[in-house]
């Protein structure tokens, strides 16, 4: 495996399930992201993680839980969401250097809430 | 609050020279990025400005001008596998890793 990947790809949930998204880096990065992509909206950075430690919650609701066992692996877990959750959810990741910080996205979950 | 405007969509034809524009007023400014996102896709890194002037790769060059909150996307010799949307995205902390998108400009390049 090469670069940034996420799954699953596609998710469909009801309200009251608990589901988790996974992503995993292979570029030796040291920061990972979660953002939300929506139809019509601007990508919306949600979570920042640096040397595993998480350094922005960007007014999240409390639905949305991140978890980053280590510098190669994110989560977001997912429980009791609402319609207007359906998007895609992206994870990125970058080297903290001075200079440019150029995030790799990985494909995306595009995760669909009934 | 932060505001990063760049137009919706865009039409230009195979071969020809487009320029896409992005303004931002944000709290902070550590450097302007531009991402290319095919349909379904995830975005890719095309360039990276902090300091005004033209930075050229290839086919693709990005502008900046700090004083005016203006930087610019050019495109040259388009090509169809160019259709995508663009991200304007502005850095806005010392660290460089938050970034804040404006909402894209979808180019669709015709024959």
């Known amino acids: 495996e090469t670069g940034v990947t996420q799954t699953p790809r596609h998710l469909v949930m009801g309200m009251t399930n608990k589901k988790s998204l996974k992503c995993e880096q292979h570029?030796?990065?040291?920061?990972m992201y979660w953002y939300k992509q929506s139809a019509k909206k601007p990508l919306e950075l949600m979570f920042v993680?640096?040397?595993?430690?998480?350094?922005e919650n960007n007014s999240v609701p409390s639905r949305f839980s991140p978890e980053c066992p280590n510098s190669s692996h994110l989560f977001l877990h997912l429980h009791t969401l609402q319609p207007e959750d359906s998007a895609l959810y992206l994870c990125a990741s970058s080297q903290e250097t001075a200079g440019v910080n150029e995030q790799f996205f990985g494909p995306g979950t595009r995760l669909t809430v009934l | 609050g932060q505001n990063i405007d760049q137009p919706t969509e865009m039409t230009a034809t195979e071969g020809a020279i487009v320029q896409i524009n992005c303004t931002y007023q944000?709290?902070?400014?550590?450097?302007l990025f531009w991402y290319q996102q095919h349909a379904g896709e995830a975005p890719t890194f095309l360039s990276y400005?902090?300091?005004?002037g033209l930075e050229e790769k290839g086919r693709f060059s990005s502008f900046l001008s700090r004083s005016k909150g203006y930087s610019y996307l050019l495109l040259k010799e388009l090509q169809m596998k160019d259709s995508a949307s663009y991200l304007c995205?502005?850095?806005?902390?010392?660290?460089?890793?938050?970034?804040?998108f404006g909402g894209g400009t979808r180019l669709m390049v015709k024959p």
């Open positions: 944000t709290s902070g400014f550590n450097g």
């Open positions: 570029l030796g990065h040291n920061a």
């Open positions: 995205a502005v850095s806005l902390n010392n660290a460089g890793n938050m970034l804040t």
């Open positions: 993680y640096n040397f595993k430690e998480q350094t």
């Open positions: 400005n902090v300091l005004d």
